[in-house]
Every structure is written in structure tokens, then in C-alpha cells.
């Protein structure tokens, strides 16, 4: 016999309610946990971009403050080697743990064919010169794919690639052609600040010819831009969209603007209006095309 004989049907039914709403509030905490863990992410991308550039400033630009302090000279010839590095990977950690969190392993096959493709790009521009005319890198960013593509390249496009792809997918939802052509824009659009900052600032790359945009040929942005379109092509074709769909897109804009501070920063810093200009009038095209983002997930949702 029960020693609790008050306890019925309408006690186990009461039961039932909070037990569903302890359930809910746990996958609510985690929920949370998980988003300050993404935020936490996409700052840290923002802070080594922000001390990269003050370091750039501060003694890039005046060679006068290292001459003065060897101590100095030495930890910024460190940081020369390795904050690049650390900053791809930095990057690509904070997009892969937003990924993982939000699509399990779906975004895999996407990663993937970016990188592949975009490795494919690149090894034929640093042996046969195109798509984006001859051109080498240094030994700045480590090892290198069959001794000309560092390793760490391909993880630049694919986490620059997809919050294109994403941006475009906001504003053209049903049309797969238009969002190829304006993703591709989106990603062009980076490179205008960061080939000058890269290549002429620093030397991290190595133009085979003496080009009009800061020693850069036009031919590069056909190369860019081609090789965009093939980057987006692939996120259609691999039908991206169905994932992409529960990614936070304010997250994504500010994750591109995290990869653009450093570029445009430095660029600035040096004087190359001209660099800053064009990356201004190309977002600007960008924004004129692709329009405002939406009040839902502007706010992650």
C-alpha cells in the first residue's frame, strides 16, 4: 500500500509540467552559454585585428621606435611571423565553432570544396599567373602547398566566402544567380584593401609585374571576382543555403568587418586613400545591392 495515498492521477500530472519546463529553461541556459561562447569568439577576432593595427601604427610605421629599443625590434619581428598566422587561425576557429554549434558537420562538404577550389585558384596563379596575374608568397605565412600556396590561404576564402555568400543569400533568398554575382562583389570587396595592406605595406605576397593599384594588376580583381563566383557557385550547388538559413547574419556581418579592420586599417594608416576609397565605394555597392539587413536576425535570431 502507498505511504503517499494522496498522491493521484493529478499529482503525476502535475509533475509533468515541471519537469518540461526544467527541461526548457536547461536548453535555454545552454542556448545562451553557447551564444556568449560565439560572441566571445567573434571579439576575440576583433581584438587581434585592433592590436595588429596599433602595433602596425605604432611601430610598423616608425621604424625610428624599434631602432631605440631592440627589445622591441625583436617582438615585432616576432609578431611580423606570427600574429598573420594566428589571426587566419583565430578567425577560422571562431567561424568553425559557430558552425559546429549551430549545424553540426553539415557545413563540412562546403568547407571543403571552398577550400579545394580556392587552392586549385591560387596554384594557378602563383605557377601559370592566372587568374589573377603572376605573383608569389613569401614565407610569411608558413608552409606551403607544393611549395607556393601557404596551407593557411584556403581558410582566408572560405571564412571570407561565406558571410558573402550569406549577405547575398539575405537579399536574394529565391534567386540562385543573383546571389552567385553579388556574394562574389561582397568577397571582391576585401580584397581591395587587402592586397595593397599584404603585398605593399608588408610583404607577405609578391607581384611578378608592376600593376596600377598599388603594384597590383586589374587583371587580379578578374581573378578575384572569377574565382568568387566559383567559391559561390559551389555553396549553391551543394544547396549551403538549407544550413546557412540558422546561421545569425549579424554575426556574420560583424565577423566580415572583424577581417576588414585590420586591411582597411592599415591601408589608412599608410596613406593609401586610394585603397580606402575604392573599399568604401565598393561596400557602398554592396549595401545599394543588397539593401538593409532584416530587424529578425539583425539581432542573431
Known amino acids: 500500500m502507498s505511504r503517499h495515498p494522496h498522491i493521484g492521477i493529478a499529482g503525476v500530472a502535475s509533475v509533468a509540467p515541471s519537469t518540461e519546463k526544467a527541461k526548457h529553461l536547461a536548453q535555454q541556459l545552454q542556448s545562451e552559454r553557447g551564444q556568449s561562447t560565439e ?68 557545413w563540412l562538404p562546403a568547407f571543403a570544396a571552398v577550400y579545394l577550389l580556392s587552392l586549385l585558384s591560387e596554384l594557378a596563379g602563383t605557377t601559370v599567373g592566372l587568374p589573377f596575374g603572376p605573383y608569389r608568397y613569401t614565407d610569411g605565412l608558413g608552409a606551403k602547398w607544393l611549395g607556393h600556396v601557404p596551407v593557411l590561404i584556403p581558410l582566408s576564402w572560405f571564412f571570407m566566402a561565406l558571410p558573402s555568400y550569406a549577405i547575398a ?13 553579388a556574394g562574389s562583389l561582397v568577397l571582391l570587396s576585401w580584397d581591395l584593401a587587402l592586397d595593397p595592406a599584404m603585398s605593399l605595406v608588408t610583404r607577405y605576397w609578391v607581384w611578378g609585374v608592376n600593376g596600377p593599384y598599388y603594384g597590383m594588376p586589374v587583371f587580379n580583381l578578374v581573378g578575384w571576382y572569377l574565382t568568387g563566383l566559383a567559391l559561390m557557385t559551389a555553396l549553391c550547388a551543394l544547396r549551403a543555403d538549407r544550413w546557412i538559413a540558422s546561421l545569425p547574419l549579424s554575426w556574420l556581418v560583424a565577423f566580415y568587418g572583424a577581417n576588414l579592420l585590420l586591411p582597411i586599417g592599415m591601408s589608412a594608416a599608410a596613406g593609401l586613400s586610394g585603397a580606402v576609397a575604392a573599399t568604401t565605394a565598393a561596400m557602398l555597392l554592396c549595401w545599394l545591392l543588397v539593401g538593409r539587413l532584416p530587424t529578425a536576425e539583425a539581432r542573431g535570431q
Do not use: E
Open 169 to 181: 543569400r539575405w537579399r536574394f533568398p529565391r534567386s540562385a544567380a543573383p546571389r552567385v554575382v
Open 39 to 106: 560572441r566571445v569568439g567573434l571579439a576575440l577576432v576583433y581584438v587581434v585585428s585592433a592590436l595588429s593595427l596599433v602595433g602596425f601604427v605604432w611601430f610598423g610605421l616608425h621604424p625610428d621606435r624599434l631602432a631605440a629599443a631592440p627589445s622591441a625590434a625583436a617582438v615585432y619581428g616576432w609578431m611580423l611571423l606570427w600574429a598573420p598566422r594566428a589571426q587566419i587561425l583565430l578567425a577560422f576557429g571562431a567561424l568553425a565553432l559557430l558552425l559546429t554549434r549551430r549545424t553540426s558537420a553539415r
